[in-house]
């Protein structure tokens, strides 16, 4: 089992990973001008529909993700046994980091289309919210209720 776990880990970093690399390398796209920049400066219609739907995104998903995420958990995943737990584990945490993964590219793809800063805003906080889903041992362990209660000093 505790192979399972290690490889579930590894799978999770790397999924942690990929999200960052996917939105670095977005800006590079865009940077390198590989992406056009700036196609919709000077539409205001088409700024303010962009911006609010990214704004509304972000406003909506985090929560969204971090909450579904843990009442997942609790009423799901918990009660099933260990080798179907990882499973729906893993599952979870891919649905919580798509659902923030989704938002920040439009947010990017927004930035750089209209050239303003408020969906930049908007995309730095998903960044931010991603760091709540940074994988590790520990965390698996609490999540899933398998650490052994140690003694109170």
Not at 49 to 60: A, K, R
Not at 88 to 113: G, K
Not at 129 to 135: E, I, R
Request: proline fraction near 4%; include cysteine; glycine fraction near 4%.
């Amino acid at each position: 089992m505790e192979k399972r776990m290690t490889r579930l880990l590894h799978v999770l970093e790397a999924e942690f990973a990929l999200f960052w690399i996917l939105v670095v390398a977005g800006c590079v796209l865009y940077e390198t001008d590989v992406l056009p920049q700036g196609s919709m400066v000077g539409d205001a219609q088409a700024e303010y529909i962009l911006q609010t739907v990214g704004i509304l995104l972000t406003v909506c998903l985090i929560p969204l993700s971090l909450r579904m995420f843990s009442l997942s958990l609790t009423r799901y995943v918990r009660q099933l046994s260990l080798p179907e737990a990882l499973v729906s584990y893993r599952r979870w945490c891919e649905i919580r980091l798509a659902m923030l993964l989704a938002p920040a590219l439009f947010n990017l793809t927004v930035y750089y289309t209209t050239l303003d800063v408020t969906s930049l805003l908007c995309m730095g906080m998903l960044l931010v919210a991603s760091l709540f889903c940074v994988p590790g041992r520990g965390r698996l362990m609490r999540e899933l209720d398998l650490q052994k209660d140690e003694p109170e000093k």
